[in-house]
């Protein structure tokens, strides 16, 4: 069965540099949420879009930022990269937002892109 | 705040033995918990997923408990294999006005050896 797919699996980029990290989801699944996983932590929810619309915010700086296309793929951008932001960048899909109490929708993690800043 | 705190933070046991990794939290509005497996570096796994009205669940070695009202899960490990090795992240959903939030436990590391 086909699962999440993030690109570029490794990245390896200096303290000021840009970054983009892309996310693509299951088909047919039409929310991506965004996660980042310092070293020895737990993961870290960033940002979520369902329909192409922001659905959810949490610990995201400001210099980033992510939109998601028309095809439901997603991207976050990552400008005046620091130290600080070496980690696993998780994307994870899912097919709606559960609307209905006791019910859920599965989210689908992708293997992660580990970001390196020197 | 959510909260999700997992006991132990790492355990170690021989391959064939069983093991008990524990689950509490403090989530509100609670909507489901889960539990993921994790390789080092890779992303998470799902290996069950419960609902308020579910008390106990199987997916092959393992068996995951759910009290609601202690707000206490267990995932039981039967049978370890070496690839078993990982971390066990416990991870609680809300659902608040069509959002679903996940809160994620700091996770148990799970060492099987020979």
């Known amino acids: 069965a086909a699962g999440v797919i993030q690109s570029p699996r490794h990245l390896i980029k200096e303290k000021r540099e840009t970054a983009t990290l892309k996310c693509y989801p299951i088909?047919?699944?039409?929310?991506v949420y965004w996660y980042q996983q310092g070293p020895g932590q737990d993961p870290q929810f960033l940002i979520s879009?369902?329909?192409?619309?922001?659905?959810d915010k949490g610990s995201i700086p400001d210099r980033f930022s992510a939109q998601q296309f028309s095809d439901y793929h997603s991207e976050l951008n990552m400008s005046s990269l620091e130290l600080g932001d070496s980690a696993l960048y998780f994307c994870?899909?899912?097919?709606?937002?559960?609307?209905?109490?006791?019910?859920?929708?599965?989210?689908?993690f992708g293997p992660g892109t580990r970001l390196t800043v020197l | 705040k959510n909260q999700v705190e997992q006991s132990p933070q790492s355990l170690i046991i021989l391959e064939g033995k069983n093991c008990t990794l524990q689950?509490?939290?403090?989530?509100?509005?609670?909507?489901?918990l889960r539990w993921y497996k994790q390789d080092t570096g890779r992303g998470p796994v799902s290996l069950t997923i419960?609902?308020?009205?579910?008390n106990t669940k199987s997916n092959g070695r393992y068996t995951a408990t759910l009290d609601a009202d202690t707000k206490q899960s267990s995932l039981h490990i039967t049978a370890s294999q070496l690839s078993d090795s990982a971390s066990y992240i416990c991870?609680?959903?809300?659902?608040?006005?069509?959002?679903?939030?996940?809160?994620f436990g700091t996770g148990t590391r799970l060492t099987i050896i020979p």
């Open positions: 419960m609902t308020f009205s579910e």
């Open positions: 991870v609680v959903s809300d659902l608040n006005f069509g959002n679903e939030k996940l809160t």
């Open positions: 689950c509490n939290y403090t989530v509100s509005p609670f909507s489901n």
């Open positions: 088909p047919r699944h039409d929310t």
């Open positions: 994870a899909s899912s097919l709606g937002v559960s609307g209905s109490w006791g019910s859920y929708n599965e989210q689908f």
């Open positions: 879009f369902y329909e192409k619309m922001q659905s």
